[in-house]
């Protein structure tokens, strides 16, 4: 537990370092594109786009809160997969990134917990520049805002710190068990549509359940994405008791990822 | 005061084989006792029990073949690496030339790469400012600076990540044979840099496979081998022991090659084509022999060499020649000579024979050498031609230069004062 605290404050120690990085990578990533960082917002619209065809167009929302409209669907979907989008690039590309930086683990003293964070920052940078555009969609096209809205930083809250736990533990069993890499884009998507994404939880099917209910509920995803739609969508007040189990839950495996990659941590030079 | 202590360090790798991994992946999965099932199957000691002291402000170089362990202790040394067993404290910031330019991301321009890398090797965002025109003018990428990494060459890539990492001004500075790859006017200026921290009584801890600079700029040497410390202390005494370690051990692969002229009889395709003539008069065996009678395949300069040819002509011949070759690695003709051009006169020869050729002093410069041999008409028809198909070493401590060693010695008048060499150190043949 001691270490536990004292490597959070190794973390505050070299923030400088992962500003820096966090940085570079948003350089890097879009440099030589031509609509740079606004890629950023055209990968989800597109994703999006593709549901709302699908999903809006041709099979119709049915589900009362959207009132038959697709558009209205449109904007449900962006609620949660700009969210999503951040947590599945960052689980991704942390079960790759000890490996692709591995010359920094191997031939400079490096704090290798850096890299996930690095990872799992500059994805939120990318969902924070999606935002302002789904704020501004919602203000156009939306029911409007309550004040609930201001609410939103706990929910982002709880999904970095539930991301980061995630993305440690997939980052450092990834070096011992490349498999991990493949299994986890496949879970991904099935997890992506055991989530409230396409579809809200009042929907009938889900509803009439008591199954699907649970199911859904154990999945601290839900929580999250019911947070984001919650406060932007619906306008509605966030269900504390299940955020805060789900910020607990978020806590637990931010521990236990930080702890595997402790252990696991002195094995990395060798292995990457 | 010490700077670094190495006590009773052992460093083991753990191997991991697919099989194993998969093994342990699905162990993991149904017990759930993941770090129980992280055991490797084999282990590898990569350093046992090394232990060192590096004084403050001294230049130590350490040297060893390849796998002896001289990376691995500069990571120990480093924290790159933990040790497995034992201790090391070292005094003061530590910085490890281990590979140069290893942080550097090829899509970002120079600028940004040198503040990145700076910061990751532990200087401030104010430090890198005021050092940044420095390490640009070192690395001479002013034209570049602002160009993606990934446009650098190789040798502007290993300039620029040498200007950051010296820069970082350590107080222990660790090189581990990144001088290996600059080209000939970058590797004098590192030199000049690892000069000047010398001057300022900085320490330093170098490893390099280039004896020559490290006899000339350590202070003490360490030999690792085998991923222990064989021997430790002054540098030309260190050098020397090592270098006669890998004589030896040369000595050893040519007695296992030497055996291969037996092979010769099957007469395998690529020997054949080395190996050429009618064989009227055929040569059965060559074998190098010291002027002793003991057959080797090292020799110093100042030794002399017999070359022995088991002969066998099964009718009787009255036209041959017996002649011999000696080629260094380049191909040059060293040394050649036969029987015909010193004047002997064939006159018969019938079943098997002995033809020995006896050099008094082989005068050559350090290298390996191929041996040819030949049994030919005078005009040049061979009976059978053995192309390159025997080799040699020369070797020694000395290190001049050319292909021969000729007899010489040095006088000097009663105002020049210098010293001769050393007993025992330069001069020496090595075996």
Redesign the interface.
């Known amino acids: 537990m001691a270490r536990f605290f004292h490597n959070l404050k190794e973390l505050y120690k070299f923030r400088?370092?992962i500003q820096?990085?966090v940085v570079?990578e948003l350089?890097?990533r879009y440099?030589?594109t031509v609509l740079g960082f606004l890629w950023s917002f055209f990968n989800p619209l597109l994703l999006m786009i593709v549901y709302t065809v699908v999903f809006g167009f041709i099979i119709r929302p049915r589900d009362p809160a959207f009132d038959q409209s697709p558009w209205l669907y449109a904007l449900f979907l962006f609620c949660g997969i700009l969210p999503w989008v951040w947590f599945s690039s960052s689980s991704l590309e942390s079960a790759n990134v000890l490996i692709t930086h591995g010359?920094?683990?191997?031939?400079?003293?490096?704090p290798a917990e850096i890299l996930p964070v690095v990872t799992v920052t500059s994805n939120f940078v990318h969902f924070s520049f999606g935002l302002p555009i789904l704020l501004l969609f919602i203000l156009i096209f939306g029911k409007g805002y309550t004040a609930y809205v201001f609410l939103l930083p706990l929910v982002i809250l709880v999904q970095y710190v539930f991301t980061l736990g995630f993305s440690l533990l997939i980052a450092s069993l990834t070096v011992?068990?490349r498999?991990i890499k493949d299994i986890l884009s496949n879970l991904l998507t099935f997890w992506f549509f055991a989530t409230p994404i396409v579809y809200p939880m009042s929907f009938e099917t889900i509803q009439g359940s008591s199954l699907l209910r649970t199911l859904l509920n154990v999945n601290p995803m839900t929580h999250i994405m019911q947070g984001y739609q919650n406060c932007l969508f619906f306008g509605s007040m966030l269900r504390w008791k299940r955020l805060g189990v789900t910020f607990l839950v978020a806590l637990i495996l931010f521990f236990i990822g930080a702890m595997?990659f402790n252990?696991?941590r002195?094995?990395f030079?060798?292995?990457v | 005061m010490n700077a670094i202590e190495v006590d009773r360090v052992s460093r083991i790798?753990?191997k991991?084989s697919a099989r194993h991994?998969f093994q342990?992946?699905k162990s993991?999965l149904v017990k759930g006792d993941?770090?129980r099932a992280?055991k490797p199957d084999e282990l590898v000691t990569a350093l046992e029990d090394v232990s060192l002291n590096v004084e403050k402000g001294q230049t130590f170089g350490v040297i060893g073949e390849n796998g002896s362990g001289k990376s691995t202790l500069l990571?120990v040394i480093?924290?790159?690496?933990?040790p497995t067993r034992g201790r090391v404290r070292t005094e003061g910031k530590?910085s490890?030339l281990?590979?140069l330019g290893?942080?550097f991301?090829p899509?970002?321009s120079g600028r940004?790469n040198i503040?990145?890398n700076g910061?990751?090797?532990g200087l401030?965002?104010r430090e890198i400012n005021a050092k940044f025109d420095e390490i640009v003018a070192f690395a001479e990428l002013e034209d570049f600076i602002d160009a993606?990494v990934k446009t650098y060459s190789s040798g502007m890539y290993m300039r620029l990540g040498f200007a950051i990492a010296i820069n970082v001004n350590p107080d222990i500075l660790l090189i581990d044979e990144v001088l290996a790859v600059g080209d000939a006017s970058f590797v004098p200026k590192c030199l000049d840099r690892i000069d000047d921290f010398r001057r300022r009584e900085k320490t330093i801890l170098f490893v390099s496979h280039d004896l020559n600079t490290v006899a000339k700029i350590c202070d003490d040497v360490a030999w690792l081998k085998g991923g222990r410390v064989q021997a430790v202390g002054d540098p030309k005494r260190i050098v020397d022991a090592y270098l006669q370690d890998v004589a030896e051990k040369q000595e050893k692969d040519f007695e296992k090659r030497r055996q291969e002229p037996a092979r010769i009889q099957v007469e395998d395709k690529d020997r054949r084509e080395n190996r050429w003539g009618k064989r009227e008069i055929e040569i059965n065996r060559v074998s190098m022999k010291s002027l002793e009678g003991k057959e080797k395949s090292v020799f110093s300069p100042d030794e002399g060499m017999v070359i022995e040819m088991d002969i066998a002509a099964p009718s009787r011949q009255q036209d041959f020649v017996f002649g011999i070759g000696l080629f260094n690695s380049q191909g040059i003709s060293c040394y050649g000579t036969n029987t015909n051009l010193e004047d002997y006169e064939p006159i018969s020869i019938e079943g098997e024979g002995k033809v020995v050729c006896r050099i008094e002093r082989l005068g050559l410069v350090n290298g390996t050498y191929y041996l040819d041999v030949a049994a030919h008409k005078r005009d040049g028809y061979p009976y059978d031609y053995h192309r390159n198909l025997y080799s040699f070493l020369v070797s020694s401590s000395l290190r001049d230069e050319g292909i021969a060693r000729l007899p010489h010695g040095w006088e000097f008048s009663e105002n020049i004062k210098i010293s001769p060499p050393k007993k025992g150190q330069a001069g020496r043949p090595l075996l």
């Not at chain 1, 010359?103 to 490096?110: A, D, G, H």
């Not at chain 2, 480093?78 to 933990?82: E, L, Q």
């Open positions: 400088i370092l820096n990085l570079r350089k890097a440099r030589g010359n920094l683990i191997k031939k400079i003293l490096f011992h068990f498999d595997v252990r696991l002195d094995s030079p060798e292995e | 790798y753990q991991y991994r342990t992946f993991a993941l770090f992280l990571k480093a924290g790159i690496a933990k530590v490890a281990i590979e290893a942080g991301h899509e970002i940004e503040y990145i910061i990751m090797l401030s965002k993606p």
